[in-house]
């Protein structure tokens, strides 16, 4: 079974600067797709950025941008110049090509505070 | 567009009890979950399903059912509510034409059992 594992329960970074949030998972399989969500206190759950795994190009959604490491299965998501609006919790989620988004693996969570 | 709704948003059982967590989706998704949340753990699978009349069990079923009569709501029934199921719930649908897209999340619902 597929896992996901999310390291950091808790990170803070300063106004303007940047933060990585890590995210790193175990399957058996070659073809996938990974994805952050975020949840800010509405509890909305909103789509960030997705990386298929057969693209080696990295995924990039403006001030967002992911690091995906195949070998290593590490994909970590960098938030550059950080906004008060970005504080939330940010879930990393893996879904096989196979069986659809209907079957989302969720790492634990990392929840973000930004600092003004 | 109102996406996925799920209703109600808050809610209080007694032990025992039973209830319904409404879902309904707008988007003619084929497939919807329910994941439910607790702290330190993300969000986990409980049923899914892949259309009407078709559902089967996630990572931790035990204690709910579901059923899709149609394609737009899937709701989940607790027929004993226990305080382990304390939990926020999410219902999530999304379409095998768009996968890649994830899923579309509903606002969540807060279930306290006393």
């Known amino acids: 079974a597929q896992t996901v594992t999310q390291s950091q329960p808790e990170m803070s970074v300063q106004e303007a600067e940047t933060v990585t949030l890590s995210c790193t998972y175990d399957?058996?399989?070659?073809?996938?797709?990974l994805f952050w969500y975020k949840q800010p206190p509405s509890r909305q759950m909103i789509l960030v950025i997705r990386q298929e795994a057969y693209k080696q190009q990295n995924a990039t959604e403006n001030r967002f941008s992911v690091n995906f490491q195949k070998a290593a299965k590490s994909f970590s998501l960098k938030i550059s110049d950080s906004q008060l609006g970005d504080a939330a919790m940010y879930f990393c989620?893996?879904?096989?090509?196979?069986?659809?988004?209907?079957?989302?693996?969720f790492g634990q969570g990392t929840r973000l505070t930004i600092n003004p | 567009n109102a996406g996925v709704t799920q209703t109600p948003k808050f809610q209080v059982l007694k032990t025992g009890q039973s209830m319904t967590l409404q879902c309904a989706q707008d988007m003619n998704h084929e497939y919807m979950s329910w994941y439910r949340q607790d702290p330190g753990m993300g969000l986990r699978l409980i049923h899914y399903?892949?259309?009407?009349?078709?559902?089967d069990q996630g990572e931790v079923p035990n204690g709910y059912n579901v059923s899709r009569s149609t394609t737009e709501d899937f709701p989940l029934r607790l027929l004993s509510a226990a305080p382990s199921q304390t939990s926020v719930y999410f219902c999530a649908s999304s379409s095998p034409w768009r996968g890649r897209v994830g899923a579309f999340f509903g606002q969540g619902t807060r279930l306290t059992v006393v």
């Open positions: 399957t058996s399989e070659s073809d996938y797709y």
């Open positions: 399903s892949v259309g009407a009349g078709i559902t």
């Open positions: 989620a893996y879904r096989t090509s196979i069986q659809g988004a209907q079957k989302l693996v």
